[in-house]
């Protein structure tokens, strides 16, 4: 890194940024570096944000529900129910 900033989180912004670095696993400063990353739209790391890592994916996937707008919550229901 060649660059390095301070900045004064409120107690409610640190808290959730702790919460959030411990759920992913990962340091504060690699959550802020992720959210500036996304915030300013600049590509990651890997040189491609996440949407067009994936974009050959969307909406690729037959649910088998017709119609699955409408009837969401019993589709839901029958997945639950038959395990799947």
Known sequence: MSDQLT???????A???R????????????VVRMALREF????GPEGRRPAERV?????SLDSGVPDLARTRR???IASVKSGR
């Open 55 to 59: 974009r050959g994916l969307i909406g």
């Open 19 to 30: 919460a959030t670095a411990r759920q992913m696993q990962r340091k504060p400063s690699e």
């Open 40 to 43: 300013l739209a600049l590509p």
């Open 15 to 17: 808290g959730a940024l």
């Open 7 to 13: 900045v004064r989180l409120s107690p409610e912004i």
């Open 74 to 76: 019993a589709a839901v």
